[in-house]
């Protein structure tokens, strides 16, 4: 047990949250790809993300959803960016709530939770993130969005879509 805690303190930084966190994002992450032969839509995202925090973080990425039955869709999101000059490796796995999914035109909004694993140099740190957005027309092929939220810092963020 006590090599465990070592190579999840030499990993994570803690044996602890940072862990339970990084296994959270990494659970989230395969759980997206679950249910491929079901009809469910598959989500591919491209964004960029800032965080007001100290210090502050900006970045690109990616992420992979699942849109599962209903309202509720879940994924995770890997961003590459800077923070104090230093690059940060910033990934988030959540659940979103949408409101109006069905909706083939105009805004929707939706909410969320989950959790953000942030890796700058060799010191990592776990987070929760809350967040609310609007997406354009959820139910088409593809769209617009934009989040704000909280999880590392006062978070935004802003990308395209695309629906299978």
């Known amino acids: 047990m006590s090599r465990l805690r070592g190579l999840s303190r030499t990993l994570f930084g803690s044996t602890s949250w940072n862990g339970i966190s990084l296994a959270a994002v990494a659970l989230t992450g395969l759980?997206?790809?679950?249910?491929a032969a079901q009809d469910r839509k598959l989500v591919f995202q491209f964004h960029?993300?800032?965080a007001a925090?100290?210090?502050?973080?900006g970045g690109v990425g990616m992420g992979l959803y699942r849109r599962a039955a209903g309202r509720?869709?879940?994924?995770?999101?890997?961003?590459?960016g800077t923070s104090a000059g230093r690059f940060t490796l910033r990934t988030e796995g959540m659940l979103l709530?949408?409101?109006d999914p069905g909706r083939q035109s105009g805004v929707a909004p939706y909410g969320g939770g989950g959790v953000v694993w942030r890796l700058v140099d060799d010191q990592s740190a776990g987070f929760l993130l809350i967040l609310v957005g609007i997406e354009s027309a959820p139910a088409s092929s593809s769209g617009w969005f934009v989040e704000l939220g909280v999880g590392a810092g006062l978070r935004g963020a802003v990308g395209w879509r695309t629906r299978r």
């Open 31 to 35: 759980l997206a790809f679950e249910g």
């Open 97 to 99: 709530f949408n409101l």
């Open 48 to 50: 960029l993300i800032g």
């Open 53 to 57: 925090a100290t210090p502050d973080y």
């Open 72 to 80: 509720l869709s879940y994924g995770a999101t890997a961003t590459a």
